[in-house]
């Protein structure tokens, strides 16, 4: 884990310069999350969680997250937590292999700024999409956040 937070601080500094020289919003902030209107391309870091239970898994693994969802509707392929404020937001993944529009229905305490953390009803099948599109990617938003 400490490996992991030394790698995350040198990381984030340089996608985030990066961002910027290519024109994208980047805010990895919880308390500074930007109003993004439709039409907005941003970059994104993407995780993934899903219903898929192992016996013996170790909690906290992403997992067993099979019913309901923080603004009342059960998860579905597509479904995305975001940051509280934009809940309701729908969005698109550039090179998403299975070419979604994903809803802002779900939030999480891990969620912040501009990360999305996408739904899938198994680990392999989260892990599969991840290994195309990468854990920072580049989104658009299609419809605003209600």
């Known amino acids: 884990p ?6 995350h601080a040198r990381v984030v500094p340089a996608v985030q310069q990066g961002v910027h020289e290519l024109g994208f919003a980047f805010s990895m902030a919880e ?7 439709v039409g907005t391309r941003i ?8 219903c ?6 170790p909690g906290g693994d992403g997992g067993d997250f099979c019913e309901w969802m923080r603004d009342g509707t059960i998860v579905y392929p597509g479904a995305a937590a975001c940051h509280y404020n934009y809940l309701g ?21 891990m969620i912040l700024g501009q990360h999305r953390d996408i739904w899938f009803m198994t680990s392999a ?22």
């Open 2 to 7: 400490a490996a992991e937070r030394e790698a």
């Open 31 to 37: 308390s500074d999350p930007l109003p993004l209107t």
């Open 43 to 50: 970059l994104a870091e993407v995780t993934f969680y899903y």
């Open 52 to 57: 898929e239970y192992t016996a013996g898994t």
């Open 89 to 109: 937001q729908r969005f698109t993944v550039e090179g998403d292999p299975l070419e979604r529009v994903y809803t802002c229905n779900d939030t999480g305490n």
């Open 125 to 146: 099948e989260g892990w599969a999409w991840q290994q195309v599109v990468g854990q920072y990617v580049v989104i658009q938003i299609v419809e605003e956040a209600h």
